[in-house]
């Protein structure tokens, strides 16, 4: 996952994955060290949006926040729980891994990718 370590949100988003991730399926890089620039992205595009690198393949934006909910097992444990809970819950699951959320959730992540520094944690007051 290459990530930008100045972003309060990204750094909070990556440090909650991390805690959740105890099989360790994941390595975060943060865009401004030298191994991000190693990835074969171009720097604006990786000023853009959060990317998930693996293999040959890369995703970016809302598909690579998609994707690392799908690598969490304790988040799969947590659905289970809440479909347990109320079969209900299902749905949602069901909608996030869906095409149908990408146009909104494509949306919301380039609005908040964009205003990332306003938004409040921010360690670096770049604006695009």
């Given at each position: 996952m290459i990530y930008d370590g100045d972003?309060?949100?990204?750094?909070?988003s990556k440090n909650v994955a991390v805690q959740l991730d105890f099989l360790h399926t994941m390595r975060w890089i943060p865009l401004q060290s030298a191994e991000a620039g190693e990835q074969g992205i171009a720097p604006e595009d990786l000023e853009r949006a959060l990317y998930l690198v693996h293999g040959g393949h890369q995703a970016a934006g809302f598909a690579a926040f998609k994707r690392i909910f799908a690598r969490l097992p304790l988040f799969w444990l947590l659905v289970a729980l809440a479909?347990?809970?109320?079969?209900?819950?299902?749905?949602?699951?069901?909608?996030?891994?869906?095409?149908?959320?990408?146009?909104?959730?494509?949306?919301?992540?380039e609005w908040v990718a964009r205003n990332r520094y306003r938004l409040a944690g921010s360690t670096c007051k770049r604006r695009f």
């Amino acid at each position: 996952m290459i990530y930008d370590g100045d972003c309060g949100i990204c750094t909070r988003s990556k440090n909650v994955a991390v805690q959740l991730d105890f099989l360790h399926t994941m390595r975060w890089i943060p865009l401004q060290s030298a191994e991000a620039g190693e990835q074969g992205i171009a720097p604006e595009d990786l000023e853009r949006a959060l990317y998930l690198v693996h293999g040959g393949h890369q995703a970016a934006g809302f598909a690579a926040f998609k994707r690392i909910f799908a690598r969490l097992p304790l988040f799969w444990l947590l659905v289970a729980l809440a479909v347990w809970i109320t079969p209900w819950s299902a749905l949602a699951v069901v909608l996030l891994f869906s095409p149908l959320s990408n146009p909104v959730g494509n949306r919301v992540y380039e609005w908040v990718a964009r205003n990332r520094y306003r938004l409040a944690g921010s360690t670096c007051k770049r604006r695009f």
